[in-house]
């Protein structure tokens, strides 16, 4: 297999540790001989237009590595673009392999989540059609930890420790005048309960952790819900709720769209939600007459590298190491995925798994680790998240803020 | 000066480093000599009560010190309750004698902000009044900054810290996609714009900082407001801006009043405020036709110790540390504050001040701070705030969370 050169993209939302993926395909690229690693910028859809950097210009040297690894969003700039079918509009193709003949590409990867993934499917896919003998790898990213096959995904764990972290302050914050407060925390995951069940992670030796957690894989009854916050306001006077953006009526409305007057779509006909736990706030305080407060914990449990987690980050770049390995090794249309070995010790395995068995497929929380009043996790829940969340890694700080390190155009 | 038992207690809304100043009490009491330090719990409300612990019971080591530094909100839990003027309800003040007398108090120590500082004030003035030898101390705490006299407060400089170092993960998270977005983000402070004017100092090498800030202290013209996001957006087409929560419109209601049907009050009178940013992101989007979000730091400015400054932590523990000194000494009736001498290198000074001339009064950020169209602190801003925010103290991590001190009862 020729080593060549090689083009890295991020795509979808970002998340704490991407830049680790990004560290973990430059340097092994790099290690492995390969001559030059292009980024794309802004993905798939920057490259259309030309738009990538030499990476070697902004990643000099093994401080420049580290601080990538503590450098939230994308570095290079991400995108939600769609790549349409190869028979619907075959000149993007064209466009797009011109571009990489030009750069004299011989390997491809992209560091993304489900739709990310649709699109290493297609680039596979075409690339066997016209007898390319590009690779096409996909490097797994996604807080949400929807991906099929593999165990998780790299991002996941760090939101889930910012999110448990988060809960721990808010509920000691909570507690401290004593009096009635109902707060209700909304976590992201449109579809999918991972990071809104990884609140429950919060409940330790010093701390409760929240009363009640609603996944968006559950139907959402208002009238349960009052119910239940009745039953707990017998015996404790402040409640803590996680809910999902995602959640939804048993008629499949979105909770947060009796909120709003317009529910915004992004490029992948995905709803852009947001409302949910100010409005249950505000119903809930109409309703009983108690005290409520809404917190959203919008972009920040994807960004906060300041509070990452240390496996996540080695995780996240071992996928972007194993990814060029697998690629030099002549494999393509494939995504690396972890396998879980055992809980305790935590081991897992990686390896590459094809691409079409994955794209587009969202893995929701099963049904099983939820309890039967769909108002909690279960152990076995916990016991999958807690190794994920493990180890620290310290920001570089200067002047008391976190540095990071950036692209200057 | 009889050495005696000592009464604390911590008051109004908790912030990061509020135990570091219970600490700085405690330990110095202890050091000093004084043979019981209680707690309140809940403040001067549950005093009332006879609702107290003696500290000694949970703070039993040296670690055990270190732990409560590193635990947000009031260890004791606190109130907002308003001691009512002696003439009016001398029952309350013959009940809080009492008690001190039962419990053999000689000093007595409040942590708290403006409202705490009424309270001391009124309680030594009754102890002269009345002839009592118990002395009355104020510790400064507040987020807000707002406290007269005292060059800034215990507790800000870590708020700072979040919201700055927040900004500049929210400012990278919005720039990856490279599309339009107006992103407008919430930071507490009612009639003080400290904490809003802090996320300036995200403006660092690596960051362009919010492009405008609004503090409560000017009037927000809505047009203005407009124009200025227009003019930006010609050359710029991510737009990051700071807003205090308590922004009035120049006929003096609240901006978030235009969008919330009720208003609540707490026990003082203050409004309970909320709703600006996610207000003037619908707004802003429906008159530009540009995405926007709206972001509210809520409750987690005020108790993210996973992120508080070295310096303001060392601060808080100083004043309480100073305020046991000063009641041995004798004194009563008076705040601890801080007197700066240099802001490089960073030296202040601390002493104590009459608290007559503190409590209910509110310090604003000065007019000559803020740029002349309202939209941007002056670079003295920055240079007095950036030194409060410098160094950090890891938190004790325990499986992957901060660990925190706590009573359990």
């Known amino acids: 297999m020729p080593v060549g050169n090689v083009m890295v993209g991020q795509s979808g939302g970002p998340t704490s540790v991407i830049n680790s993926s990004l560290v973990g395909v430059f340097k092994t690229a790099k290690d492995m001989g390969c001559a030059k690693v292009y ?15 030499d990476l070697s210009d902004y990643i000099r040297n093994d401080l420049d590595i580290e601080l990538l690894k503590r450098t939230p969003s994308s570095f290079l700039g991400t995108c939600r673009y769609k790549l349409p079918e190869a028979t619907d509009k075959p000149e993007v193709y064209d466009r797009l392999f011109d571009i990489l003949k030009k750069l004299e590409i011989k390997h491809f990867f ?59 302050e808010i ?11 109902i707060t209700i925390v909304e976590v992201m995951g449109r579809n999918a309960g991972w990071l809104t069940g990884a609140a429950a992670l919060s409940r330790t030796e010093d701390c409760a952790g929240p009363d009640l957690i609603y996944l968006p894989e559950c139907p959402f009854e208002y009238d349960k819900f009052v119910s239940k916050i009745q039953e707990i306001k017998k015996y404790k006077n402040t409640i803590t709720i996680a809910v999902s953006e995602g959640l939804k009526t048993p008629d499949g409305k979105y909770v947060c769209e009796a909120n709003k007057a317009a529910v915004f779509e992004d490029s992948f006909g995905h ?17 009983t007459g108690i005290k409520s407060r809404g917190i959203v914990f919008s972009t920040l449990q994807r960004c906060a590298s300041h509070i990452v987690s240390r496996r996540d980050i080695t995780e996240a770049f071992t996928a972007g190491a194993d990814a060029v390995q697998a690629a030099l090794n002549g494999e393509t249309g494939k995504m690396i995925i972890f ?24 893995k929701v929380v099963p049904q099983e680790w939820i309890t039967d009043d769909n108002t909690y996790v279960s152990k076995e829940f916990e016991q ?26």
């Open 271 to 287: 709803k852009m939600l947001g409302g949910t736990a100010l409005y249950l706030a505000d119903a809930i305080a109409a309703e």
């Open 339 to 362: 396998e879980r070995i055992s809980n305790e010790p935590y081991q897992i395995l990686t390896s590459s798994y094809d691409v079409n068995l994955i794209a587009n497929i969202e």
């Open 171 to 181: 509920i000691r914050d909570a507690n401290t005048y004593g009096t009635d407060l």
């Open 39 to 53: 980024g794309m910028r802004n993905g798939i859809e920057g490259l259309l237009s030309e738009r990538y950097v």
């Open 110 to 168: 992209y560091i993304g989540g489900n739709d990310s993934m649709d699109t290493i499917k297609k680039l596979s896919n075409h690339a066997k059609d016209i007898g390319s003998d590009i690779t096409f790898m996909g490097v797994p990213k996604t807080i949400d930890n929807d991906l099929a096959v593999t165990d998780h995904t790299p991002g996941f764990g760090s939101a889930a420790k910012y999110i448990a972290s988060a809960m721990k």
């Open 384 to 409: 999958y998240v807690r190794p994920l969340i493990i180890g620290e890694l310290s920001p570089f700080m200067v002047d008391g803020l976190p540095r990071h390190l950036f692209i200057d155009k």
